[in-house]
């Protein structure tokens, strides 16, 4: 079997899937909204080459709630959403990403992993296609539910301008 590659445009806001050089599947994203950028704290996507450090949620049902990488045992509704209306909800699934480039995105003040970046699925309601996250890869949960049988520890991600 092919080895499965991640490519995230961030000018396009799509997120392509490939194997052996030819795309196999797309998706529509939502990056962050500060646009790309590396420092802790900007709340920017970082560039360059990453992989998938680390799956969380497999077996969660869709709109599974996640509050530092656990689920909270609750799921995602209109009522829950009024309670804190600028959360950036992270659902259903987390592919936690980690930078491997050293001084880009790997290490000190630029390292991808302890900044806690995350493909992850959020609200229905929260628009696809275009830059509107706190820095990590927003994406549909039926979407991320496919992404995420897909792809395994380890696997390579790039994210383009």
């Known amino acids: 079997m092919a ?3 991640l ?6 806001q799509r997120l392509l899937c490939h194997e052996e050089g030819r795309t196999v599947k797309s998706y529509p994203v939502s990056t962050a909204a500060n646009g790309p950028g590396e ?3 900007s709340e920017c996507t970082p560039r360059g080459k990453h992989r998938i450090r680390l799956k969380i949620g497999e077996g969660c049902e869709e709109n599974t709630v996640f509050v530092a990488r656990r ?3 609750e799921r995602f509704s209109r009522r829950l959403a009024t309670s804190a209306p600028q959360r950036d909800w992270i659902l259903t699934r987390i592919l936690w990403l980690t930078g491997i480039e050293k001084g880009r995105n790997r290490g000190g003040e630029v390292d991808s992993l302890r900044r806690f970046i995350y493909i992850h699925g959020t609200p ?9 996250s706190h820095g990590c890869i927003r994406m549909r949960n039926r979407d991320l539910i496919d ?12 994210i383009v301008e």
């Not at 992404?147 to 790039?158: D, H, M, S, W």
């Open 124 to 132: 229905d309601s929260e628009p696809m296609g275009s830059a509107a």
């Open 39 to 41: 420092i802790c704290g």
């Open 71 to 73: 689920p909270t045992g």
């Open 7 to 12: 490519r995230i445009e961030l000018s396009k």
């Open 147 to 158: 992404l995420f049988e897909r792809v395994e520890n380890g696997t390579q991600v790039e």
């Open 3 to 5: 080895k499965l590659q």
